[in-house]
C-alpha cells in the first residue's frame, strides 16, 4: 500500500500512533537527563538540556492520555474524563490544604507556577494523566480488553486502577514535597516527611475520578472512539509503556543520588541517597511489576492482533475492518457511503 492512496485519517492515525510509541521513549530519555545532569559541570549548554528534559516530563503525558484517549474513548468523552479529574483533584487538593483533609496538612509553594487558587494548575494535568495510564492498565490487569460498559466497569476497574495510581504516587511524593519543595507537609510524616494520610487521601481522590468516570461511561453506552483500535496489541501496549517510562525517573534517581541530608518541617533529618534508593525500590516492586503484568496479559491474549513493525499495515487492519462492515450495506449506495 502507497503512503500517498491513504485517506487523511488514515495519515492522521500513522502519524498518531508513531506519536504515542515516541512518547514514552522522550520521557524516558527526559527523566534519566533530570535525575543524571546535575552530576555534569554545570554550563548554559546543560542548563539548557534540563529545561527542555524537565518540560518534556510535564508535556509527554498529557499529550499521550490526549492522543491515545481520544482514539480509545472519543474526543467528547476524554474531555468529560479531564473535567472531572481537573475539578475532582482541585477539590480535593484545595479542601485539605485548609482543611487538612484527606491528605494532611501541607501547602504548594511557588516551584509549580501558576495556581488556581491555592493548586498548581500543573497538578491537576499530572492527575489527569496519569490517571488515564492507571485506567488503561487496570482494564488489562482485568482482562478487560473491549470497550462494553458491564459489570468489571462499574467498579473494579476504579478500584484497581486507584490502587495502580497510588503506587506512583509512593514513589514520587516524598522526593517532590521533602526534597523538592514542590509542597510542604507542616507536620512531617513517617515516609520521608511525608504523612500517611497522604496515601489514603490520595486513594480517596482518584477513586471518586476512576468512580464518576465509570458511572458517565456506564450511563452514556460505549465510548465513541476507535473500537477497531481494541482488538490491536499495539493500542494496549502503548499506555503501558508510557507508565513504564514514568518508572523509569525513580530507578534513575536511586542510580544518580547525590548524598546529604534534608530536613522536613518537622525537624526530622532524612539521608538523600537513602530516599531516592527506597523510592527506586517501591518503584520496581510496585510499578514495573504492573508494567511486566500488563505486557504478559496483553502479549497472551489470542484474540488481539500481533502487533505490526509497519504503521501502513496497521492502518490497513482498520481499511480492512471497515470494508468488512460495509459488505451487507452494498445493496443501499446511501448506506454504503454511509459506512465509508
Not at 148 to 176: E, G, H, Q, T
Request: glycine residues 8%; aromatic residues 14%.
Amino acid at each position: 500500500m502507497k503512503r500517498d492512496a491513504l485517506p487523511m485519517a488514515d495519515r492522521f492515525e500513522a502519524i498518531r500512533n508513531r506519536l504515542l510509541w515516541t512518547l514514552p521513549v522522550l520521557y524516558a530519555l527526559s527523566a534519566i537527563w533530570v535525575a543524571f545532569g546535575p552530576t555534569l559541570k554545570a554550563g548554559a549548554a546543560t542548563a539548557a538540556v534540563d529545561m527542555i528534559a524537565r518540560i518534556g516530563t510535564i508535556v509527554a503525558p498529557t499529550l499521550f492520555a490526549a492522543l491515545h484517549g481520544t482514539r480509545r474513548l472519543g474526543i467528547r468523552t476524554m474531555i468529560i474524563f479531564f473535567a472531572i479529574a481537573f475539578v475532582v483533584s482541585w477539590t480535593y487538593e484545595s479542601l485539605s490544604i485548609t482543611t487538612g483533609f484527606p491528605f494532611g496538612h501541607y501547602y504548594y509553594t511557588g516551584v509549580m507556577g501558576l495556581k488556581v487558587g491555592l493548586v498548581p494548575i500543573m497538578i491537576m494535568f499530572s492527575y489527569f494523566s496519569v490517571c488515564y495510564l492507571s485506567w488503561h492498565l487496570a482494564h488489562i490487569l482485568l482482562g478487560k480488553f473491549d470497550a462494553n460498559p458491564d459489570a468489571l466497569l462499574r467498579f473494579p476497574v476504579p478500584l484497581v486502577a486507584s490502587f495502580i495510581m497510588v503506587m506512583w504516587d509512593m514513589s514520587m511524593d516524598p522526593a517532590r514535597s521533602t526534597l523538592n519543595h514542590a509542597w510542604i507537609w507542616r507536620d512531617g510524616g513517617s515516609y520521608f516527611g511525608v504523612p500517611f494520610s497522604n496515601f489514603m487521601g490520595w486513594f480517596l481522590c482518584v477513586y471518586t475520578i476512576f468512580q464518576l468516570l465509570a458511572l458517565y461511561l456506564v450511563r452514556t453506552g460505549a465510548p465513541s472512539g476507535t473500537p477497531n483500535s481494541y482488538g490491536i496489541k499495539g493500542h494496549w501496549h502503548q499506555p503501558t509503556a508510557m507508565y513504564g517510562a514514568v518508572f523509569i525517573e525513580f530507578v534513575a534517581f536511586a542510580l544518580w543520588s547525590p548524598g546529604g541530608t534534608v530536613t522536613d518541617a518537622a525537624g526530622q533529618v532524612w539521608g538523600v541517597r537513602d530516599m531516592h534508593e527506597t523510592l527506586g525500590l517501591v518503584a520496581i516492586f510496585t510499578m514495573l511489576f504492573v508494567t511486566c503484568l500488563a505486557f504478559f496479559k496483553v502479549q497472551a491474549n489470542e484474540n488481539l492482533l500481533a502487533a505490526r513493525s509497519s504503521v501502513i499495515r496497521h492502518v490497513a487492519f482498520w481499511q480492512a475492518v471497515r470494508r468488512a462492515k460495509s459488505q451487507p450495506a452494498k445493496g443501499s449506495s446511501n448506506e454504503h457511503e454511509a459506512n465509508g
